[in-house]
């Protein structure tokens, strides 16, 4: 356990040691924090019309500092509810694929054999399935909502994560502490949970902190084609699709949401980067 905890204060000096890392931490930091608490603190509600400042350009009116759509809404409140909304979906659905993922890959890489082959023939047929099509369908099931979104997302996120846990418990499965374990009378279940998955938490937050912006870019991609997010309710892909039709005499409308989302996704990208390298276990 001590030199568990070792390598974790190491793995915390490398990533304090990457200004890029942290940088990128504190603009999410901040980002998310005014996601939440922002449009609280502003004059306006994100559905609230202002009649006398229709699509007026940012600082040229009192009180909408990012400027305002073409119904006269404010687009900084917009834009911060927006990445709430794509933020929580993609946090929802990075936890559902990691909780389906990590443990359908350490299941089948420890009990290997048969059970493995069959498990991991299942994800290459899920990988088949064309995700846009499964959201439609899901979408006309159920109706287009946030939870639709995020269970569809979530339902094809955690594949991928499989496979990568099935590798690292293929090499786990054969190190003496589980052969210990094994020799001691511990159960499946409890080697699993208390051997195998612990020991691959590394690479799991590795893989969680690059699959967020992913899934924000996926649900943009699929507001911005009209099956994800609806109105009145704001999600950065859909005030993009907003800003994509005034683009030509609106650019602001376009330009501050898609700012964000790129904003948001390299800051995701450059930390993911960083906890890779703190947590690389060639570089210990």
């Known amino acids: 356990m001590s030199g568990r905890g070792g390598l974790w204060r190491d793995a915390l000096n490398r990533l304090a040691g990457n200004r890029m890392a942290l940088v990128s931490l504190a603009v999410l930091v901040l980002m998310i924090a005014g996601a939440v608490v922002g449009p609280w603190l502003l004059d306006f509600r994100e559905d609230q019309i202002d009649w006398t400042h229709m699509a007026v350009p940012p600082f040229s009116a009192a009180g909408h500092w990012l400027g305002t759509d073409r119904l006269g809404r404010d687009l900084l409140v917009r834009t911060l509810h927006g990445l709430r909304v794509s933020m929580s979906i993609a946090l929802l659905a990075t936890l559902v694929s990691l909780a389906i993922g990590v443990s359908w890959g350490a299941v089948a890489g420890y009990l290997r054999g048969r059970t493995d082959s069959l498990m991991m023939r299942i994800v290459d047929v899920l990988y ?98 009209g099956i994800g997010i609806q109105e009145p309710l704001a999600s950065l892909g859909n005030l993009i ?21 790129v904003l948001l996704v390299f800051c995701f990208n450059f930390l993911g980067d960083g906890l890779r390298d703190a947590l690389d276990p060639r570089d210990h």
């Open 128 to 225: 088949a399935l064309p995700q846009v099509f499964f959201v439609i369908i899901l979408t006309v099931v159920f109706g287009r909502s946030p939870a639709t979104l995020m269970i569809a997302i979530g339902a094809f996120g955690w594949l991928t994560m499989a496979r990568i846990v099935r590798g690292q418990a293929l090499a786990l499965r054969e190190r003496e502490f589980v052969e210990a374990a094994i020799v001691g009378g511990a159960g499946t279940a409890r080697i699993v949970t208390r051997h195998i998955i612990p020991n691959l938490l590394g690479p799991v937050i590795v893989f969680a902190t690059l699959t967020v912006p992913q899934v924000i870019l996926v649900e943009s991609f699929l507001s911005f084609l």
């Open 241 to 261: 699709a907003d800003g994509a039709v005034e683009m030509e005499t609106a650019t602001w409308i376009l330009a501050v949401p898609a700012a964000c989302l």
